[in-house]
């Protein structure tokens, strides 16, 4: 006789029935459990996105539930996830990560404004992620929370987007060789990036020649690497990140190469202290979308070069 095997029962789902019963009380949406995200619930994740009006974003989900661990809260209606967020860890010691990015902090609409966030965040900043050096991209909304939580502001990027046209002068890219990225070029690309970046992100790097559409170097004229960048597909776009570079020149050149690779309008979010890039990106057809808050807690402010360091791979992950 064969036994068939059935899955082991969702404690949710005996919840709810618990409830529609009338034999318990229904827990309030703040002491519902938080787990940790797979990549099983990229669906479930791109789904909270998109109620809340956000792009689905389902390519960029599943970079940072595999590169990163999610945390969400399930709906007690049944449907999909009433909140998430992902961290992203970098430059692990003994003691723990050096840094951790959070991001895509969503709440379901219809959960808003009734402390999901502020549990969700609390859990993960206290709890899971306590001492460790924190830094996220905030919108004007989400704002006033994480100051609650301790985060400070120290520094702004803004969001461009726009077909790109025009080509730079030449005198500009008169140094800079751009090529597109060998299997060779990926250790040299983490070294820099980690002088760059201020900590090791190797296991992200190594994901880029997969996840991007697009990964180019740029070198000076004696081979050494002084930058690079990736496009990747985000929904009707292509987003330029990250985009490293020694200089404006590198920075420009890096950008005209990858634009010349595609049709669709280009998104990137820069660094606002990079005034000349801004100038020159608005030149050539991208227009400014919004200004996002780079906030930190326990660190003064973000590690590295940020004068080599134009744009993020994504706002989510630092």
């Given amino acids: 006789m064969f036994h068939v095997k059935h899955p082991p029962p969702n404690p949710l789902d005996a919840l709810r029935l618990m409830i529609q019963s009338g034999a318990v009380t229904p827990p309030h949406l703040t002491d519902l459990p938080i787990r940790a995200l ?117 520094g702004r990027a803004e969001m461009l987007r726009g077909t790109f046209r025009g080509q730079p002068a030449a005198t500009e890219a008169d140094s800079v060789s751009v090529r597109p990225a060998a299997g060779e070029d990926i250790p040299r690309i983490v070294r820099l990036d980690t002088e760059v970046f201020g900590t090791d992100r190797t296991h992200m790097i190594a994901r880029l020649p997969a996840f991007a559409d697009r990964l180019l170097v740029a070198e000076d004229d004696q081979g050494e690497l002084i930058g690079y960048a990736a496009i990747w597909p985000n929904m009707e776009t292509h987003v330029i990140g990250p985009l490293i570079a020694r200089d404006t020149a590198g920075a420009q050149a890096l950008v005209t190469a990858l634009a010349a690779e595609t049709d669709r309008p280009l998104r990137t979010d820069i660094d606002v202290r990079h005034e000349e890039l801004l100038a020159w990106l608005k030149d050539r057809g991208l227009g400014s979308i919004a200004f996002n808050a780079v906030m930190t807690r326990g660190v003064p402010g973000l590690p590295g070069d940020w004068t080599r360091r134009w744009a993020p791979l994504t706002v989510a992950a630092g």
């Fill in 38 to 154: 797979t990549v099983d619930d990229l669906r479930s994740c791109a789904d909270l996105s998109e109620d809340r009006g956000w792009p689905r974003e389902d390519h960029k989900w599943g970079l940072l539930l595999a590169a990163g661990t999610g945390y969400g809260i399930d709906a007690p209606d049944g449907q999909g996830l009433a909140a998430a967020c992902v961290v992203t860890s970098y430059g692990h010691t003994h003691a723990g990560p050096e840094l951790a990015a959070i991001g895509m902090v969503l709440v379901a609409e219809r959960y808003a404004r009734q402390g999901l966030g502020r549990r969700l965040m609390v859990y993960v900043c206290d709890d899971v992620l306590k001492g460790v050096p924190l830094t996220l991209h905030a919108t004007p909304y989400g704002r006033p929370l994480y100051e609650e939580l301790g985060f400070d502001t120290t």
